[in-house]
């Protein structure tokens, strides 16, 4: 079950789930969160829903399916966050992975204070693995700090999200510096895997729901979590490396790569796909 908002473009958000999801053989069911008029080059206008309308959308569809595995992504206000929380804390023993969306790829923030304070207060301890990128995971452990101080290492960022109650964190490292970009998963002993891909150009709209989703589709198979986080990784990395731009602003990741592959076994990479 995804709760986030929906992208029209299809590119990120609710839409990315799904297309994600359903590449792995799972079948999603969608909380809604908010609305978004935006476009690849960036978001113009959000419209989050009222919390009473998050959780009877959930609430719904639990009394009707069982759910394998929780993915949350952006949730658009405080009383959304609040309902979210109230819903998972009945299934303590679904998995829960958590991409804590602040901002777009071109900035438009997404979280005030507020709701970062709601997601660390509310979710975090709800949160079996935690899918921050860098940038996200430094802005969190700063309101975990105690104040002032030198900007936290990813390492120390990791050691306070788990602190504030999630069981992993995987911190991707698109936003550092070096030819290639490692991403490591953390447990409450340290690092647990870190992972290196080669740092593919270009800019990319949906990554972080791509592999928030992926794991949760591999957890929801059943596999370990390291393992999950592992071939999540391996997935997106192919996406964003046969990706196309399918309008003016960032490319959009081919999650159908596999089913395009199996089509096509001769075709080295997707070049384009067909917008409908």
């Given at each position: 079950m995804s709760f986030a908002a929906s992208d029209p473009t299809c590119g990120a958000g609710l839409q990315a789930d799904l297309l994600t999801l359903a590449a792995h053989g799972c079948h999603p069911l969608t909380v809604v969160t908010a609305l978004t008029v935006q476009d690849t080059v960036g978001v113009e206008d959000l419209l989050p829903l009222d919390g009473g309308w998050v959780a009877d959308q959930a609430r719904?569809?639990?009394?009707?399916?069982?759910?394998?595995?929780?993915?949350?992504?952006?949730?658009g206000s405080v009383e959304a966050i609040s309902a979210v929380a109230e819903v998972l804390s009945d299934y303590p023993d679904?998995?829960?992975?958590?991409?804590?969306?602040?901002?777009?790829?071109?900035?438009?923030?997404?979280?005030?204070?507020?709701?970062?304070?709601?997601?660390?207060?509310?979710l975090l301890p709800l949160t079996d693995i935690l899918t921050p990128n860098s940038l996200e995971a430094r802005r969190l452990a700063q309101e975990l700090g105690s104040g002032g101080g030198p900007t936290p290492s990813l390492s120390e960022c990791a050691r306070r999200l788990i602190g504030a109650?999630?069981?992993h964190v995987l911190i991707t490292g698109t936003h550092e510096q070096g030819a290639r970009v490692v991403n490591t998963l953390y447990g409450s002993h340290g690092p647990l895997r870190s992972d290196e891909w080669d740092r593919l150009p270009g800019s990319y709209?949906?990554?972080?729901?791509?592999?928030?989703?992926?794991?949760?589709?591999?957890?929801?198979?059943?596999?370990?979590?390291?393992?999950?986080?592992?071939?999540?990784?391996?997935?997106?990395?192919?996406?964003?490396?046969?990706?196309?731009?399918?309008?003016?602003?960032?490319?959009?990741?081919?999650?159908?790569?596999?089913?395009?592959?199996?089509?096509?076994?001769?075709?080295?990479?997707v070049a384009n796909a067909c917008t409908v």
């Amino acid at each position: 079950m995804s709760f986030a908002a929906s992208d029209p473009t299809c590119g990120a958000g609710l839409q990315a789930d799904l297309l994600t999801l359903a590449a792995h053989g799972c079948h999603p069911l969608t909380v809604v969160t908010a609305l978004t008029v935006q476009d690849t080059v960036g978001v113009e206008d959000l419209l989050p829903l009222d919390g009473g309308w998050v959780a009877d959308q959930a609430r719904a569809l639990l009394e009707d399916m069982p759910v394998a595995a929780f993915k949350l992504g952006m949730l658009g206000s405080v009383e959304a966050i609040s309902a979210v929380a109230e819903v998972l804390s009945d299934y303590p023993d679904t998995p829960v992975v958590f991409d804590p969306v602040l901002a777009s790829g071109r900035g438009d923030t997404f979280a005030d204070e507020d709701a970062v304070d709601a997601m660390i207060e509310l979710l975090l301890p709800l949160t079996d693995i935690l899918t921050p990128n860098s940038l996200e995971a430094r802005r969190l452990a700063q309101e975990l700090g105690s104040g002032g101080g030198p900007t936290p290492s990813l390492s120390e960022c990791a050691r306070r999200l788990i602190g504030a109650g999630c069981v992993h964190v995987l911190i991707t490292g698109t936003h550092e510096q070096g030819a290639r970009v490692v991403n490591t998963l953390y447990g409450s002993h340290g690092p647990l895997r870190s992972d290196e891909w080669d740092r593919l150009p270009g800019s990319y709209h949906g990554s972080g729901c791509t592999l928030a989703s992926a794991i949760a589709a591999n957890l929801a198979w059943g596999l370990p979590l390291s393992d999950a986080v592992r071939a999540a990784q391996e997935y997106t990395w192919n996406s964003l490396a046969q990706g196309f731009r399918p309008g003016m602003g960032q490319f959009v990741p081919q999650r159908l790569w596999r089913a395009v592959q199996h089509t096509n076994p001769t075709a080295p990479e997707v070049a384009n796909a067909c917008t409908v």
